[in-house]
């Protein structure tokens, strides 16, 4: 014990891996928009696409591994709800799974969600397991805007 609080203060007393006085951070490089602080940003207004589902093609994915982006109006589509989901109508298709996309035909919901990971991960039910039920916890539509910060993700 009585090292470790050597060791802390002879690194304190150093200045290693210390701001050193005079080494202000100015406030536009506080951020990652390289604005002031003191500013309030302003984001461009946008609307979600209008397009009807099952006439708009997919959309890329943010990153390898990430939920595909709902590409039509989910207008009236929403909220979903213990014994209304609306997505299902359309893409709970279990038939469908792993055939390749076709155009017009909406994205059938993957083996995945028909899988209780957490008691029976083997097993494929005929349903829609309750934690992947509400589509929009994971999916979510897509409007075109500009980011307000770059992303090399």
Known sequence: MKMK????????????????????????????????VFDTPDPQAFTYSNAFPGSSGT??????????????SVEGLLPIKAHANSCQGCHDQPSRI??????????????????DLRREPDKVTGKVIGARYICTQCHAPQADVKPLVDNKF
């Open 98 to 115: 792993g055939m390749e996309k076709m155009a017009g035909l909406p994205t059938p919901i993957p083996a995945s969600h028909y899988t």
């Open 59 to 72: 959309l890329d994915r943010s990153f390898p591994q990430a939920p595909p982006q709902i590409p039509h």
């Open 5 to 36: 609080l050597l060791m802390s203060l002879i690194v304190v007393s150093l200045g290693v891996g210390g701001a050193q006085a005079g080494d202000a951070v100015s406030d536009t490089d506080m951020g990652l928009s390289h604005t002031s």
